[in-house]
């Protein structure tokens, strides 16, 4: 039993993940902004039907992650900020 365990711990321990380094958010706005342009600015008259079927995947992908890049309010967190501006003005 110990000689199981003692072969055992160490391959459990080795196995570490690397720290995932994330992208700041204005950064990967522009990242995504500049891919944008470029697609748009693509020739895609020579591509093939499943190239333009991935590049509009791909156009619906990134689009989709700028909206999520903004900042959303709730109804009533709108209410509080007036609130506040009115009994402060």
Known sequence: ???CI???TPTFAANTTPAKTEV???VRAQQ???RLIEIKNMDKS???RAEKKELRKEVKG???EAR???IYLSVGAIIII???LILLL
């Open 82 to 84: 007036i609130l506040l």
């Open 68 to 70: 999520h890049a903004g």
């Open 24 to 26: 700041p958010k204005e």
């Open 46 to 48: 020579n591509l093939s």
């Open 62 to 64: 990134l689009r989709k």
């Open 32 to 34: 995504i902004e500049h």
């Open 6 to 8: 003692s072969f055992v």
């Open 1 to 3: 039993m110990a000689f």
